[in-house]
């Protein structure tokens, strides 16, 4: 069985951190190109950022320059640094993309994600 499990969120004021993780499980499974993305309450989910297995990374306008993406693929694990958090960026945040075993890439299921709260 393979999954996604996202962590790392909580309440933070405007301006502050959070690092969000997310660890894949699955026998023999790689990470392929991954994403981060966030649905705020009523509105569709977005994608904020993106790596390819090659660590090339893109970002939403929205959060060029606060948020990093990366990952450790020795350990199967992709995180989401967030720098000067905004009311804004309040939302669910979820890890998706696809693994590759056996010379095929497959896409993994949407985990439950983990919520970022920024506000006063």
């Known amino acids: 069985q393979v999954q996604l499990v996202e962590s790392g969120g909580g309440l933070v004021q405007p301006g502050g951190s959070l690092r969000l993780s997310c660890a894949a499980s699955g026998s023999a499974s790689r990470l392929y190109r991954m994403g981060w993305y966030r649905q705020a309450p009523g509105k569709q989910r977005e994608l904020v950022a993106a790596?390819?297995?090659?660590?090339?990374?893109n970002y939403a306008d929205s959060v060029k320059g606060r948020f990093t993406i990366s990952r450790d693929n020795a350990k199967n694990t992709v995180y989401l640094q967030m720098n000067s958090l905004k009311p804004e960026d309040t939302a669910v945040y979820y890890c998706?993309?696809?693994?590759?075993?056996?010379?095929?890439?497959?896409?993994?299921?949407w985990g439950q994600g983990t919520q970022v709260t920024v506000s006063s």
């Open positions: 790596i390819t297995s090659g660590g090339n990374t």
């Open positions: 998706n993309g696809r693994y590759y075993s056996y010379s095929s890439t497959y896409a993994y299921p």
